[in-house]
């Protein structure tokens, strides 16, 4: 008998140290006796008191309850009781002085002897507030995400709408309009990178400026920190100065240069793009979409001003801000992604011929992959696929393959192993992909990357550069 009771001893000790390893509070309630016995860690969370207490016919700890929540916990411990003999709530403790909201999860289970009658009640008492937090933020993100993708799905459309209307061919409207969107693309992969609290300057001059003319651009200026807003905004205005830069400008020649230099004001900042060494210029005779969007972008998004200047010499543009374009720099930002040269879409010029080139794709969105496989199929390549799945892309591989276009990820699952077969068949490959990092390919592979969103030549090019042999 002396075993026994020393036994109930240690399993009663061993009970305590689990409920307090599981930081949970408990409680017992006696209904013969009408009385309430509470830990002193479900007091910690409740703000209750501890010990023994009146039970009041069991409503002695309602009032522990927050009243907004107490009906649809009494409800649903009614329900519980007369269904199972327990419940299991989660509602919020009564406002305390001094601390905020608690979210707590009860869970009680009736007691009954031998005859079936009710002797109480035993339960445990949870602060589940940190996961409570965590799930109102995946929701308050998941909102702010669903907000986003709206906006930039009515941004494309603008933009698509906007390019149409001042194009006349379809070549014309589908280059104008991918690069647009491929500088929205950059601009958010930055913001993305610093989980949206907004993007560098000079990161953003980077991604736009960065693989265009090696040798012939240059940028300096203090370090400051845009908004979101801003930072897509000023990236499109870069976009639209790069792009007539290349067309008709400075970076339409060898002996062009462009300098873009930005500095701090009193009222936000002031970016100052200069061209110097390229063709004579002259006025337009009259104001094309680039200029509209660029005096839209900086009066709506930079609470500033574009001034443009068609000196012979080379165009002069100055870009001012307000200060509600600035936002203070977190203290850790990644580096700037560096833009691959091969990811400038390519102008007119020789056709890209991939002629007898078997070329493997691999690629979960159909939309996407039914363009690849017409653009490769139009240079003259034999497609493979598309395989939308990993299974799909192994089962592919024990075909003769020249080279491959592999998306990063698939419908969840790495392309790793599809990759490491190719590089162990010394078959070469290029990465298309919607991950953004600081300019390495994914899993470290020596393979060039493309990021989407994409115009269908770029990989085209980049394969044909793939399937170049080496010189001797």
């Given at each position: 008998?002396?075993?026994?009771?020393?036994?109930?001893?240690?399993?009663?000790?061993?009970?305590?140290?689990?409920?307090?390893?599981?930081?949970?509070?408990?409680?017992?309630?006696?209904?013969?006796?009408?009385?309430?016995?509470?830990?002193?860690?479900?007091?910690?969370?409740?703000?209750?008191?501890?010990?023994?207490?009146?039970?009041?016919?069991?409503?002695a700890l309602w009032p522990l309850i927050?009243?907004?929540?107490?009906?649809?916990?009494?409800?649903?411990?009614?329900?519980?009781?007369?269904?199972?003999?327990?419940?299991?709530?989660?509602?919020?403790?009564?406002?305390?002085?001094?601390?905020?909201?608690?979210?707590?999860?009860?869970?009680?289970?009736?007691?009954?002897?031998?005859?079936?009658?009710?002797?109480?009640?035993?339960?445990?008492?949870?602060?589940?507030?940190?996961?409570?937090?965590?799930?109102?933020?995946?929701?308050?993100?998941?909102?702010?995400?669903?907000?986003?993708?709206?906006?930039?799905?009515?941004?494309?459309?603008?933009?698509?709408?906007?390019?149409?209307?001042?194009?006349?061919?379809?070549?014309?409207?589908?280059?104008?309009?991918?690069?647009?969107?491929?500088?929205?693309?950059?601009?958010?992969?930055?913001?993305?990178?610093?989980?949206?609290?907004?993007?560098?300057?000079?990161?953003?001059?980077?991604?736009?400026?960065?693989?265009?003319?090696?040798?012939?651009?240059?940028?300096?200026?203090?370090?400051?920190?845009?908004?979101?807003?801003?930072?897509?905004?000023?990236?499109?205005?870069?976009?639209?100065?790069?792009?007539?830069?290349?067309?008709?400008?400075?970076?339409?020649?060898?002996?062009?240069?462009?300098?873009?230099?930005?500095?701090?004001?009193?009222?936000?900042?002031?970016?100052?793009w200069s061209e110097t060494g390229g063709?004579?210029?002259?006025?337009?005779?009259?104001?094309?979409?680039?200029?509209?969007?660029?005096?839209?972008?900086?009066?709506?998004?930079?609470?500033?001003?574009?001034?443009?200047?068609?000196?012979?010499?080379?165009?002069?543009?100055?870009?001012?801000?307000?200060?509600?374009?600035?936002?203070?720099?977190?203290?850790?930002?990644?580096?700037?992604?560096?833009?691959?040269?091969?990811?400038?879409?390519?102008?007119?010029?020789?056709?890209?011929?991939?002629?007898?080139?078997?070329?493997?794709?691999?690629?979960?969105?159909?939309?996407?992959?039914?363009?690849?496989?017409?653009?490769?199929?139009?240079?003259?390549?034999?497609?493979?696929?598309?395989?939308?799945?990993?299974?799909?892309?192994?089962?592919?591989?024990?075909?003769?393959?020249?080279?491959?276009?592999?998306?990063?990820?698939?419908?969840?699952?790495?392309?790793?192993?599809?990759?490491?077969?190719?590089?162990?068949?010394?078959?070469?490959?290029?990465?298309?992909?919607?991950?953004?990092?600081?300019?390495?390919?994914?899993?470290?592979?020596?393979?060039?990357?493309?990021?989407?969103?994409?115009?269908?030549?770029?990989?085209?090019?980049?394969?044909?550069?793939?399937?170049?042999?080496?010189?001797?």
């Amino acid at each position: 008998m002396a075993v026994d009771a020393r036994s109930a001893r240690l399993d009663i000790q061993h009970l305590e140290l689990a409920l307090q390893a599981a930081g949970l509070g408990e409680f017992q309630y006696d209904v013969p006796g009408d009385f309430y016995i509470v830990s002193e860690r479900m007091a910690a969370i409740t703000g209750g008191r501890a010990g023994r207490i009146p039970a009041e016919g069991g409503r002695a700890l309602w009032p522990l309850i927050h009243p907004d929540d107490f009906p649809a916990a009494l409800e649903k411990i009614q329900a519980g009781f007369a269904e199972h003999d327990r419940y299991e709530i989660e509602c919020r403790a009564v406002p305390r002085e001094g601390r905020g909201t608690v979210w707590l999860r009860v869970v009680g289970q009736r007691i009954r002897d031998s005859a079936g009658e009710i002797q109480g009640v035993i339960g445990i008492v949870e602060d589940i507030t940190p996961r409570r937090v965590e799930a109102q933020r995946t929701e308050n993100l998941m909102a702010e995400i669903d907000h986003r993708v709206k906006n930039v799905l009515a941004t494309v459309q603008a933009l698509a709408v906007q390019t149409a209307k001042r194009t006349t061919s379809l070549d014309g409207f589908l280059q104008a309009f991918a690069g647009r969107l491929k500088s929205l693309g950059s601009a958010n992969e930055l913001l993305t990178a610093a989980r949206w609290r907004g993007a560098a300057i000079d990161h953003l001059v980077a991604a736009e400026l960065g693989g265009l003319a090696p040798g012939q651009t240059r940028w300096e200026g203090p370090d400051l920190f845009l908004t979101p807003r801003a930072a897509n905004g000023l990236s499109l205005a870069l976009h639209e100065l790069s792009t007539n830069a290349l067309k008709f400008g400075a970076l339409s020649v060898e002996t062009g240069r462009v300098d873009v230099t930005w500095r701090l004001t009193e009222g936000g900042f002031v970016l100052d793009w200069s061209e110097t060494g390229g063709p004579v210029v002259t006025a337009p005779t009259q104001a094309g979409f680039g200029s509209t969007l660029l005096n839209q972008v900086t009066r709506r998004e930079l609470h500033g001003a574009t001034t443009l200047e068609f000196r012979p010499t080379g165009l002069r543009a100055r870009l001012e801000a307000g200060a509600a374009a600035l936002v203070s720099r977190p203290e850790t930002v990644p580096e700037a992604p560096v833009r691959r040269a091969m990811e400038s879409i390519p102008g007119p010029g020789d056709p890209i011929s991939l002629a007898g080139a078997r070329v493997l794709i691999v690629e979960d969105a159909a939309l996407l992959a039914m363009e690849l496989e017409t653009g490769l199929s139009e240079a003259g390549a034999e497609v493979l696929g598309p395989a939308y799945e990993l299974e799909e892309a192994m089962a592919l591989l024990g075909q003769p393959i020249d080279a491959a276009v592999l998306d990063a990820n698939l419908n969840g699952l790495s392309v790793q192993p599809v990759a490491e077969l190719l590089a162990e068949r010394g078959v070469p490959f290029v990465f298309a992909t919607g991950y953004g990092d600081t300019g390495a390919p994914p899993n470290g592979f020596d393979a060039p990357v493309i990021r989407k969103p994409y115009d269908v030549t770029q990989v085209t090019a980049a394969v044909a550069e793939l399937l170049r042999p080496a010189a001797p």
